[in-house]
């Protein structure tokens, strides 16, 4: 009889991390931009939302925790469109 496979559980302080990561990157952004440097501090921005779509991405749903907002690709998509967006901002004079 084959051995049933338990999941270990994640801890909670593992399933924030990703929207820590990117909160963190992004407010950080917001900081820059404040400080003057609005073209950095929008790249440093849409990288964040863009860090954000890959971990939401390639990271098991269950341990994405409140990156988790939606379907797998809604939420790819929209963190990837506003990274672009973003970018295209920063990009432009």
């Known amino acids: 009889m ?7 559980p994640v801890s909670r302080s593992l399933r924030a991390g990703g929207l820590l990561a990117v909160t963190a990157a992004f407010c ?4 820059v931009v404040a400080l003057g440097e609005w073209r950095i501090g929008l790249w440093v921005c849409a990288a964040a939302l863009g860090l954000g779509a890959v971990v939401r991405l390639v990271a098991p749903a269950r341990a994405v925790g409140l990156l988790r907002v939606r379907h797998r690709a809604v939420d790819v998509l929209l963190l990837a469109g506003g990274a672009v967006a973003i970018a295209v901002l920063a990009w432009s004079r």
């Open 28 to 31: 950080a952004g917001l900081a």
């Open 2 to 8: 084959a051995e049933r496979r338990t999941r270990r």
